[in-house]
């Protein structure tokens, strides 16, 4: 597609129930990440996938929180028995290229995913 | 491993005057060093970068960011401040030895007054 898409926009749920969050990048591009935006937290990274490695998950904030990416394109963040204080926009953003090169670590933004946990 | 500090969580300038929003790294390895910026509603977009080209970089919007590496910053300035400059900024860095993820800083709101 032409940008990073994200679904759904907006996520309302009771606590304790589980959501799944879904991200499709920019087709092509390698490296995908997820990040939590909370009011005054600035953007908490959250896991990063590039190609056929294993993904870096020292950004997930507990055992609740997963993500994968499926055919090195979809990607998925489940949060399981989610807490009022998941409640957050949750980022989606991929890159064409990473490590070394002009065009290295650009990252492409979704829109984000507004969670609201009641 | 990477981080950046970003001093200030809100600034407020006046229209015309100069701006400059702190950002300082840390880095085991020479890093790329970003700013992004949020405007309302709207998702974030790449400002400038610096890949080690050269330290003085130029941005959209008239933004630059100067690379000091004895300071260990990567300071964002703007000469004359506008209006429209009132946005969410975020500075980021990653390690370009290897593919690596991206961290960004807390964030700087920044008001203009008219």
């Known amino acids: 597609g032409a940008g990073v898409s994200q679904s759904p926009s907006n996520k309302v749920t009771e606590k304790g129930k589980d959501v799944e969050l879904r991200c499709d990048p920019i087709?092509?591009?390698?490296?995908l990440y997820w990040y939590r935006q909370s009011l005054g937290q600035g953007l908490e990274f959250l896991i990063y996938f590039q190609g056929n490695s294993a993904p870096d998950k020292s950004g997930l904030p507990s055992d609740r929180f997963s993500a994968e990416r499926t055919g090195g394109s979809v990607s998925t963040l489940t949060i399981q028995r989610t807490q009022q204080e998941d409640s957050a926009v949750y980022l989606c953003a991929s890159s064409l290229v990473t490590g070394r090169g002009s065009g290295a670590n650009v990252l492409t933004f979704g829109a984000g995913s507004r969670l609201t946990v009641l | 491993a990477q981080s950046v500090t970003q001093l200030g969580s809100h600034v407020s300038v006046s229209e015309g005057a100069l701006v400059l929003l702190r950002c300082n790294y840390s880095?085991?390895?020479?890093?790329?060093l970003f700013w992004y910026v949020q405007y309302p509603n709207q998702g974030l977009q790449l400002l400038l970068k610096y890949t080690s080209a050269a330290t003085l970089v130029k941005g959209i919007n008239g933004f630059e960011a100067e690379f000091k590496k004895s300071e260990t910053s990567f300071h964002l300035t703007k000469p004359s401040a506008h209006m429209s400059d009132a946005a969410e900024y975020f500075c980021?860095?990653?390690?370009?030895?290897?593919?690596?993820?991206?961290?960004f800083g807390s964030g700087t709101r920044l008001s203009i007054r008219p």
């Open positions: 880095s085991s390895v020479p890093p790329y």
């Open positions: 087709s092509g591009h390698t490296a």
């Open positions: 980021a860095v990653s390690l370009y030895s290897s593919a690596s993820k991206i961290i």
